[in-house]
């Protein structure tokens, strides 16, 4: 019979893999596909400039864990890569050793900080959740809720699609040992471009310019007048 305002609360449990739900038009939705079509999509793009020695699957295996850190986090470890490359065929000739120097250091801060954001990466999907970006009408990963204003006649209802979270710790092993594999040729390639040409620049130091006092010429003894003899 018809009715109004129909609610239904889904409480997944901890230990399951939220992949897809749905139910009534107001209710939560898994944005994560979305953001991985993007990831794909960049991935592509990246896997066709040639400069880093990453191919488009590199790219897509790297941005699908990597898309569950912000998004400016992920710009640096892009950023790192291209940044090496550019690098690896810059001039270094012609720079100053202050304007070399500095390149040098925010290169070695920049490798500091995504080394850092994939260990973050790893220990969050070996040990954290995933972020599949469950939201809409205040769901998340442990609370979804669907509503519908008014029912003509059934009540509506709601469906999830999850598998054991074991699945995804398994996923996230396999990911982290062909990640750490894969790291050392990057920083091989990182090590070559790092240090093209030389690692440091000493710098320069002006040696004071000493003034020469004008020397006074000594005048000859007086000769001797041989009349006075």
Request: proline share 9%; glycine share 10%; hydrophobic share 50%.
């Amino acid at each position: 019979m018809p009715s109004v305002n129909a609610r239904i609360e889904l409480r997944p449990p901890a230990n399951r893999w939220i992949l897809l739900v749905g139910g009534p038009r107001m209710g939560p939705a898994v944005l994560f596909w979305g953001v991985l079509l993007i990831v794909i999509a960049a991935a592509i793009g990246l896997g066709r400039t040639r400069q880093t020695p990453l191919k488009t699957v590199h790219w897509i295996l790297l941005g699908l864990v990597i898309s569950q850190v912000p998004p400016p986090l992920l710009l640096i470890i892009v950023g790192w890569f291209f940044a090496l490359a550019w690098r690896g065929r810059l001039d270094t000739e012609p720079l100053k050793p202050w304007q070399f120097n500095g390149l040098q250091i925010v290169l070695g801060g920049l490798t500091l900080a995504t080394l850092a954001l994939l260990v973050f990466a790893i220990e969050q999907g070996l040990l954290g959740h995933p972020n599949m970006m469950i939201l809409g009408n205040g769901s998340n990963r442990y609370a979804l809720n669907w509503y519908q204003d008014q029912v003509d006649g059934a009540l509506p209802s709601g469906w999830m699609i999850s598998l054991p979270i074991m699945v995804y710790r398994i996923a996230m092993l396999v990911w982290a040992l062909w990640v750490s594999f894969a790291l050392l040729k990057w920083l091989r390639w990182g090590w070559d471009c790092f240090s093209g040409g030389r690692l440091w620049k000493a710098p320069q130091m002006k040696r004071p310019k000493i003034k020469k006092k004008p020397s006074k010429a000594k005048s000859p003894p007086p000769e001797l007048d041989p009349s006075e003899d």
